[in-house]
């Protein structure tokens, strides 16, 4: 037997006011623990606040669990020693009364050094306690090897100390290689910094606010320091310790400091400095031998020095209560490590030590004191003015979110779990079949709580993770939420289906299986899914729309109803791709697919094997011969797959649903996404690969890369590997992506010379498009003999005259030849206005208010030291189209309008007819649906007949034309 067993009957009755002097949480947490494995094999983790007694608990659950032999892993050596002195007396439990004062103790061994074989582990056998490191145990480490199989059963009892260190990789091994054995996890937090839980069912949880109730927590006395100058700031911390420590030394003898630095180094400095200062400081890290840590920890006990520097997990668990004052030179980023440091200092007053007292930067302690706050707000209790002085207002709460447990087996049966039927589609770039085993480890908390396969091609996979709400993102608010993950192999067809109720989490699953071996199958295989629907009907058909959304013209239209195909127009393919189609087929089946998003869906829920039947019919359609044409529809642009570009794009612009709030954050200030664009784009040789320059942010920021695209996977490459993600909020839940991703999801539409567009590796051709532009579009009468018609608008530059632009001598600028123009033909009620500076509308806004018109003018010089002619860098006009296109039908213009002329943020805007206050007349009754739009572009390089009989530029207004005319709204050139 063992000696835990053999002396079980002398540990006093587990109670709380019994003969032995158990504090509650030790109570609470052993009945807790003892509970826990009467149903379960699966490791315990108890939350205790740091000082409530975790050692003596130890001791206490190696008895009640008669443990044949217990082995406790602890982060530092110093900490190592610690335990091991007190198993070696059982001194805790015998000051409490909790076991005789004469009985034996256990057999207990520091263990030092690393395990290189089985005889090594063999050894363990001889002790009944072992206290190690995992540096010296853990097969995670290079030389160390793990223990016999059959070394150590149930019978051991296994204690991971400071068990937020449990989710590193050395330590989730040193728990495999202990497969059969009995794991207590003690922390002062169930939490990591990273939200994830820890490898263990949360059996326990004492809160900070017991604890100050209980008294085994002190307040503590804040002592704020704010650096006038950053670079003093350790001079500035160590006086005000200083002066704190030699006022307390006066009235309790044996009060200590505890300093934390960041690194060895600066461990060092940091001695130096407080030396200087006439104290007597020694420093305690993992760098130093065991023997000269000991002897610092045992100066601070005996009083031979002042205090102590201690870096990383050497200050965590040190038992030593005098020290009570801590220095924070380098606050811990981490929430469990700041649990543990801070606490370090809170053990229950005495005459001889006194009470806490704590120095830092608040700014410095901002982010880990917030998140120990939003946890349990009983902190501002604990760092009362601390608190305050931080969290402000939040103080004023009077209830916490409290541990919310989710990480449990779930009792599920594959019976009972029934998907709805809809899948992403992916197919494998390898011939191999994909395969299904193996352990995920998933991050950001997310626990894989049901995992099974059902047979060698499906993956049943339930989630579990404690989901925030963007509404409170703030507040750390989170709820337990389940997720459903279904992936399924169809080995003949070489695509994977993937059922999920969470994108985000499957993509992690995606990622961790398979890496970059699947990609999602495209628009012209997708569709192929609707191939036997020709004798059925639509109920829902949606359009995407080439190009930005305004007010007439949605981003996105969608038509339900009975046999809705016919209100889809052949004039829609000018200007619309298809986007989503539900049909019922005769049979009374339902299918649906998404075409941009490889996605293929059934009005239907079932059972798992119901759903792997549905997907193989899914698979058959996929593998048909021919087009991605939907049927009844065929005048829309057809997908057509292909792998590289049949000519270099005309143009490239990014559009996504304007619902969304795209952002990066950039020195803690949320940049909002107003537009993504390409530059200076060029083919490849090979023609597979287009590229050039992307820029992204607001009117403040941009960021600037140079970019590769790629008809194959992956599609996107970018030369900064440090471009920030987006955050993308759809109002019920936001995502953070790659700029990859982002462009993925939402593909950029690629223009081509014939009209023809890319999206998402797929080429669409109009099958209904004007052949030229009408010729009422095009204005070559205007006379230019006055104008320089190189020069858009005149402008000095002081520092480099050579950048000046100045028209000829007696000539006007392109602006002051359009605002001459506009002038002499205005009636009297006309309004025009001149918003030529940054975020403008257009150069010059012309509003008709008796004919209800308004005209939009973007203005463009002639290419230097060129003739008018039919090329296309003088038609930069889509990107002219498309902002104004943002304009077009929006109530609020004229509003927008009125306050740039009338405020003065922007006195570049100015009125060059009429007054601001009929434009206000004007704007109170404007609805934008009862006005006429028109968009001007206003460019002496562009030859009227040239640029009509060029393919390419023709093409290029033809499209800005079609654009235009799908917003009700029409495109007139002023050219030569």
């Keep these: 037997m063992s000696f835990f067993n053999d002396n079980a009957d002398k540990l006093e009755a587990i109670q709380i006011g019994g003969k032995a002097n158990y504090r509650e949480c030790q109570v609470g947490a052993a009945w807790a623990t003892q509970a826990h494995f009467t149903a379960s094999s699966e490791p315990a983790l108890v939350s205790m606040p740091t000082g409530s007694g975790k050692t003596l608990l130890m001791m206490m659950l190696s008895f009640l669990l008669k443990a044949e032999r217990v082995i406790i892993v602890t982060p530092s050596v110093a900490l190592r020693g610690q335990i091991h002195k007190n198993f070696s007396t059982l001194s805790d439990l015998k000051e409490i009364g909790a076991f ?213 997990q050497v200050g965590e668990g040190l038992d030593i209560p005098n020290l009570k004052i801590a220095v924070l030179h380098k606050p811990k980023q981490s929430f469990p490590a700041t649990v543990q440091f801070v606490g370090r200092i809170c053990r229950e007053a005495s005459a001889d030590i006194g009470e806490p007292h704590l120095i830092a930067c608040p700014d410095d302690v901002k982010g880990p004191l917030q998140r120990l706050y939003t946890h349990d707000n009983s ?108 992936f399924y192999w169809h080995n003949a067809s070489k695509h994977l289906f993937e059922y999920t109720t969470s994108n985000k989490i499957a993509g992690m699953v995606r990622d961790t299986l398979w890496g970059k071996a699947v990609t999602r199958i495209n628009a012209a295989t997708v569709t192929k899914a609707l191939r036997q629907a020709s004798a059925s009907q639509y109920l829902m058909f949606g359009l995407s729309n080439l190009s930005r959304s305004s007010g007439p013209v949605p981003s996105y239209k ?15 393919s000018r200007s619309f791709t298809p986007g989503h189609a539900l049909a019922k087929y005769t049979t009374g089946e339902t299918r649906g697919v998404a075409s941009n998003q490889a996605r293929v869906w059934s009005i239907k829920r079932a059972s798992l094997n119901q759903f792997k039947d549905w997907c193989d019919r899914i698979a058959g359609s996929l593998e048909t011969e021919g087009d991605g044409r939907l049927p009844n529809v065929e005048f829309l642009p057809t997908p057509e797959s292909i792998s590289s570009f049949p000519e270099k794009p005309l143009s490239i612009y990014a559009r996504w649903d304007p619902a969304l709030i795209v952002s990066f954050r950039l020195n803690g200030k949320d940049i909002k996404v107003g537009n993504i664009s390409f530059e200076r784009f060029s083919l490849s040789a090979n023609k597979k690969v287009v590229r050039g320059e992307m820029r992204m942010g607001d009117d403040e ?71 030229s532009l009408p010729k009422e579009c095009l204005d070559s009468s205007r006379d230019w003999s006055r104008c320089d018609i190189h020069i858009e608008f005149e402008y000095h530059d002081a520092k480099n005259p050579k950048k000046s632009r100045i028209p000829e001598p007696g000539k006007w600028t392109i602006h002051d030849q359009l605002e001459h123009w506009l002038k002499a033909a205005a009636s009297r009620n006309t309004i025009i206005v001149k918003d030529h500076a940054s975020r403008e509308i257009a150069d010059f806004i012309e509003i008709q208010p008796t004919d209800s018109i308004v005209r939009f003018y973007h203005c463009k010089a002639c290419s230097p030291k060129k003739l008018p002619g039919a090329r296309l860098d003088e038609l930069k006009v889509l990107e002219q189209v498309l902002r104004s296109v943002d304009h077009i039908g929006s109530n609020s213009l004229l509003s927008k309008l009125h306050k740039r002329v009338v405020g003065t943020n922007r006195p570049a805007t100015v009125m060059v007819k009429g007054r601001g206050d009929p434009l206000k007349k004007i704007e109170r009754a404007f609805h934008a649906n009862e006005w006429n739009f028109e968009v001007v572009i206003v460019n002496p390089g562009i030859n009227c007949k040239k640029s009509v009989r060029t393919k390419n530029t023709n093409t290029l207004l033809i499209a800005c034309y079609e654009w235009l005319e799908s917003a009700n709204a029409r495109l007139k050139v002023i050219g030569s």
Excluded at 558 to 572: C, L, N, Q
Excluded at 730 to 745: C, I, Q
Excluded at 754 to 765: E, P, Q
């Design 100 to 312: 005789p004062a004469d009985a034996p103790a256990p057999r207990a061994h520091d263990h030092q050094g690393q395990l290189t074989s089985p005889k090594a582990w063999r050894a363990f056998l001889s002790h009944d306690v072992i206290v190690a490191t995992p540096h010296t145990t853990s097969p995670g480490y290079e030389d160390i090897v793990g223990p016999p199989s059959d070394l150590f059963g149930p019978e051991t009892l296994f204690f991971f100390d400071e068990a937020h260190h449990s989710r590193a990789r050395t330590w989730q091994i040193l728990m495999e290689s202990f497969a059969k054995s009995r794991f207590v996890l003690l922390t002062a937090t169930p939490f990591r910094n990273d939200n994830r839980r820890l490898l263990a069912k949360l059996v326990y949880h004492y809160p900070m606010k017991k604890a100050l109730d209980a008294g085994i927590y002190a307040p503590i006395t804040y002592h704020g320091v704010d650096p006038k100058n950053q670079k003093k700031k350790d001079q500035e911390l160590c006086g005000r310790a200083v002066a704190v420590f030699k006022k307390q030394q006066k009235a309790h003898s044996k009060v200590r400091l505890l300093i934390r630095a960041e690194g060895v180094a600066k461990s060092s400095q940091l001695i130096k400095l407080y030396r200087d200062a006439g104290l007597k400081i020694e420093e305690v890290n993992y760098k130093q031998t065991l023997q000269d840590n000991k002897k610092a920890l045992e100066g601070l006990r005996t009083g031979e020095i002042d205090g102590i520097v201690c870096i990383d």
């Design 379 to 486: 902190w501002r209790d604990f760092v009362p003015k601390l608190v305050e002085r931080i969290i402000g207002r939040a103080t004023r709460r009077s209830n916490f979110q409290g541990v919310v447990d989710v990480e449990t087996e779930l009792d599920l049966r594959t019976d009972d779990i029934k998907p709805f039927f809809s899948a992403r589609v992916y197919t494998s770039r390898s011939s191999k079949k994909l395969r299904f085993e193996t352990k995920l480890d998933l991050r950001k908390g997310i626990v894989p709580v049901y995992q099974r396969l059902q047979g060698k091609d499906m993956l049943v996979l339930v989630t579990a993770i404690e989901k925030s709400f963007p509404w409170a993102e703030n507040a750390d608010l989170t709820a337990p939420h389940f997720d459903l993950h279904v």
């Design 558 to 572: 969608t038509y339900i109803g009975s046999e809705v195909e016919g209100a889809v127009r052949p004039t829609d």
């Design 701 to 771: 920021h941009t960021e600037v890369t140079r970019f590769n695209y790629s008809l194959s996977a992956p599609r996107w490459q970018f030369d900064r590997d440090d471009l920030p993600s987006l955050k993308v909020d759809n109002g019920r839940e936001f995502h953070y992506k790659s700029v990859g991703e982002f462009l993925d999801t939402d593909p950029p539409v690629f223009l081509l010379q014939d009209g023809s567009t890319i999206i998402g590796g797929c080429r669409y051709k109009p099958s209904l498009q004007l052949s």
